[in-house]
């Protein structure tokens, strides 16, 4: 009986020093995660600031666009009102020739 005992006893201590070693894993495993999502916030921080520059650069330049084709329809408005005469009849001749 005595010899059951203490096998049951050395099979408990096993199963504890595998949980233990199970445990230890899972631990390192957590640590490492953890350090691994830090070193990731880093970079996304600094990808979400380059993105920020960007996106305000990009509202800069459609800005200056828009004033460009603003720009370009007054003077296409302003230039079809031709009232040069010498241009008058270049385009006069012109309208013929594609005739």
Do not use: P
């Not at 203490?6 to 199970?22: K, S, W, Y």
């Not at 691994?36 to 380059?50: I, T």
């Not at 990009?58 to 003077?75: G, H, N, Q, W, Y």
């Amino acid at each position: 009986m005595a010899h059951c005992a203490a096998v049951q006893q050395q099979h408990n201590l096993m199963q504890v020093f595998c949980l233990l070693q199970i445990l230890t894993h899972v631990k390192e495993k957590l640590q490492f995660a953890q350090k691994e999502k830090e070193g990731m916030q880093v970079e996304l921080d600094s990808v979400e600031a380059a993105l920020a520059t960007h996106r305000d650069d990009l509202s800069r330049v459609k800005l200056v666009r828009d004033k460009a084709i603003v720009a370009t329809r007054k003077l296409r408005d302003a230039g079809s009102q031709v009232t040069s005469t010498a241009l008058l009849a270049d385009l006069e001749v012109w309208d013929y020739t594609r005739v």
